[in-house]
Each structure stands twice: as structure tokens, then as C-alpha cells.
């Protein structure tokens, strides 16, 4: 099945500063690619999303980058603030066509004021 | 839109007993509803898809007779934990696929409930 892999478990940036979070996944057949975003307690929020058609993504301080050759993608966000601190989940499509997801660990993100 | 709610929000109930979570799709019809499971500080791990009239199908390792899924319609899903048990505590979290018809991947999530089983 469908495998994915998530980096770092944790990241601590100085508020301003860029943040990046990679994954991986096993699939070759995947074809689409969530980020989710989740405060303590509360549901999972899509932040932005990018299928297999697209090497890029952008919106606002958010953006994907997909590399389908190496199966990995990646989130980065600029100009981090303090309401950016959360949890981060990517996750991975279970083959062409599917709607089932496979999550990543998640990454618990702290921006530093 | 695209809204999905869950209740309850949080529910205790004692060792041998049954729990009713329900899910629903507030102002879509949901082709496809997923019940997750995630544990404090872990991932969210997907226990089962279910789609409108059909039965659902479980991941590898649930047991579809203690957790009962029942999609009755296009806008309702329910998952009963059947005699609870401690380890049987976690956080739930549904979520609804659909929106923009077939094609359409986004998972919509409700807000979660939390299980204790005493």
C-alpha cells in the first residue's frame, strides 16, 4: 500500500523566517497531494493542494512543489507568523483516481515571535 | 460551504457500551464519507470509506463488527463503536468528499469527536 514519509517531526522557526516540509511517497500512481493544517483539538484544515499535472502551486505565503520523478513533495511557507504554529499533515492519494488518503506523521510547526 | 459537522463533540461512557458518532454534510451531498482515527500527537489514520447505500469498506486491522458504519444517505454517515473498551479511546474525525462532483478529491473534515471509555 501507499506509504508516505514526513520531515522534520518537528520545526521551530524565528517569526518572518521560511519554513519547509518534505514528503515522500511510495506510489507511483498517486496523483494528488493535500496539505493539511491542524491546531490542537480542532479538525484538519486544507491549506492548498496540487495534483500530478503540476510540478507548482502557489497562494499567498503558501506554496506545493511536486517532483514526480523522485516522489516527493514539499511545502514551504515565507514570511512565517505566529498563527502559522500547528501541525502539518501531507498527505498522498492511494493510486490514480482514488479518494482515499494516506497521511503522513505530521509536523508540529513553532514560529517564534 | 462545504461544511460538515459531527456530534457529539465529545462523549464518556463506561467500559461495555455502545457509542453512536454521527457525521454529516451540512450543505453538499457527500459521494464518499471517511471515518479516521487519530491518537494525541499521531496521525490521522483511516479506519473506513463508505459510500451512500453501499457497505463500507475497512482498513486492514479494523474490525468492521465493533466499529459499525452506516451510510444511510448523501448527507449522513454514522460510526458505532460497538462494547468500548479503554484502548477504544481516541479522537474521530469524519470527513465528506463530493462537492464538486465526481473528479473532485478535497476531504472536507468535521470538527472531531472525543471518545472516553472508562
Known amino acids: 500500500g501507499e506509504n508516505v514519509e514526513q520531515h522534520p517531526s518537528t520545526l521551530s522557526v524565528q517569526e518572518g523566517d521560511s519554513a519547509v516540509i518534505k514528503c515522500t511517497y511510495s506510489?507511483?500512481?498517486?496523483?494528488?497531494f493535500p496539505w493539511y493544517k491542524q491546531e490542537l483539538g480542532k479538525r484538519p484544515q486544507l491549506i492548498i493542494d496540487?495534483?500530478?499535472?503540476?510540478g507548482e502551486k502557489k497562494d499567498q505565503r503558501i506554496a506545493v512543489t511536486l517532483n514526480k520523478t523522485a516522489k516527493h513533495f514539499s511545502l514551504h511557507i515565507t514570511e512565517t507568523q505566529p498563527e502559522d504554529s500547528a501541525v502539518y499533515f501531507c498527505?498522498?492519494?492511494?493510486?490514480?483516481?482514488?479518494?482515499?488518503?494516506?497521511f503522513g506523521k505530521g509536523t508540529k510547526l513553532s514560529v517564534i515571535p | 460551504g462545504a461544511v460538515v459537522s459531527q456530534h457529539p463533540s465529545w462523549v464518556i461512557c463506561k467500559s461495555g457500551t455502545s457509542v453512536k458518532i454521527e457525521c454529516r454534510s451540512l450543505?453538499?451531498?457527500?459521494?464518499?464519507m471517511f471515518w479516521y482515527r487519530q491518537f494525541p500527537k499521531q496521525s490521522l489514520m483511516l479506519m473506513a470509506t463508505?459510500?451512500?447505500?453501499?457497505?463500507?469498506?475497512?482498513e486492514q486491522g479494523v474490525e468492521k463488527d465493533k466499529f459499525l458504519i452506516n451510510h444511510a444517505s448523501l448527507t449522513l454517515s454514522t460510526l458505532t463503536v460497538t462494547s468500548a473498551h479503554p484502548e477504544d479511546s481516541s479522537f474521530y474525525i469524519c470527513?465528506?468528499?463530493?462537492?464538486?462532483?465526481?473528479?473532485?478529491?478535497?476531504?472536507?473534515f468535521g470538527p472531531g469527536t472525543r471518545l472516553t471509555v472508562t
Open positions: 470527513s465528506a468528499t463530493g462537492l464538486a462532483g465526481v473528479g473532485s478529491y478535497e476531504q472536507y
Open positions: 506510489d507511483s500512481a498517486s496523483n494528488y
Open positions: 496540487i495534483r500530478s499535472n503540476v
Open positions: 498527505a498522498a492519494s492511494r493510486g490514480a483516481g482514488s479518494y482515499q488518503l494516506t
Open positions: 450543505d453538499f451531498q457527500a459521494t464518499t
Open positions: 463508505s459510500n451512500e447505500g453501499s457497505k463500507a469498506t475497512y
